[in-house]
């Protein structure tokens, strides 16, 4: 158990829906990440969060946002889902950003039919 | 443009036996890498990082090889185990300000009894 908790674990959903993934950090941690694994591709970085602010963006679509919370949760948003957003959601953690290593969620299984 | 590269997809080794993954990068900013195994169904675990002023960190079982030159790193597994069996991402950061990691595709590593 890594101590970043994900909900929810599947989620399956129509296209054009819009979805929230949420994470919780591991407690102290600061940064949040968001990674996606689609079935052919690796893990591809999407968006950074510090202590509440945007600190590094990946390719992400312009339909996806996140955001930090005071309390340090974080949520992704999706919206206007196509087939090709299908995929596993990642949330990572670290103590702070830069050179240390990140702790991964469970991940959230995104099905769009 | 695959910045990070593992080129073995699998690899398949016999309890007691060294397990050697390798994984190749491009971008000459990279210095700061990581290695994570992952089941089926659960998110990464980070195993073991190295930074770019190394050329070799160890621990335990796990040691990781840095050849900067060839922009080339390898991490070797002392005995194997059968548990040992999951996919191996290799992963690397190029920013003390962001953890924007950017990962292999991964190698599935089996590890037979």
């Known amino acids: 158990d890594s101590g970043v908790t994900q909900t929810p674990k599947h989620l399956i959903t129509a296209t054009g829906q819009r979805v929230t993934l949420r994470c919780s950090p591991r407690?102290?941690?600061?940064?949040v990440y968001w990674y996606q694994q689609s079935l052919d591709q690796g893990l591809q970085f999407l968006i950074q969060?510090?202590?509440?602010?945007?600190?590094a963006k990946g390719n992400i679509l312009e339909r996806f946002s996140a955001q930090q919370f005071p309390d340090l949760h974080s949520e992704l948003n999706l919206s206007s889902l196509e087939l090709g957003d299908s995929a596993l959601y990642f949330c990572?953690?670290?103590?702070?950003?830069?050179?240390?290593?990140?702790?991964f969620g469970p991940g959230t299984r995104l099905t769009v039919l | 443009d695959q910045q990070v590269k593992q080129n073995s997809p699998s690899l398949s080794v016999q309890e007691g036996r060294i397990s050697i993954l390798n994984c190749d990068y491009t971008?000459?900013?990279?210095?700061?890498f990581l290695w994570y195994k992952k089941y089926p169904a659960e998110g990464p675990t980070f195993l073991i990082s190295?930074?770019?002023?190394?050329d070799k960190n160890e621990d335990g079982r796990f040691t990781v090889f840095l050849n900067k030159s060839a922009k080339h790193l390898s991490l070797h597994i002392v005995p194997s185990q059968p548990g040992d069996s999951a996919v191996y991402f290799c992963?690397?950061?190029?920013?003390?300000?962001?953890?924007?990691?950017?990962f292999g595709q991964g190698t599935t590593l089996q590890v037979k009894p």
């Open positions: 990572a953690s670290s103590v702070f950003s830069g050179y240390n290593e990140q702790f």
């Open positions: 407690s102290g941690d600061l940064s």
């Open positions: 969060y510090y202590n509440g602010e945007e600190r």
């Open positions: 971008n000459s900013m990279f210095d700061y």
């Open positions: 190295i930074s770019s002023i190394k």
């Open positions: 992963a690397a950061t190029g920013s003390s300000n962001t953890g924007k990691l950017i």
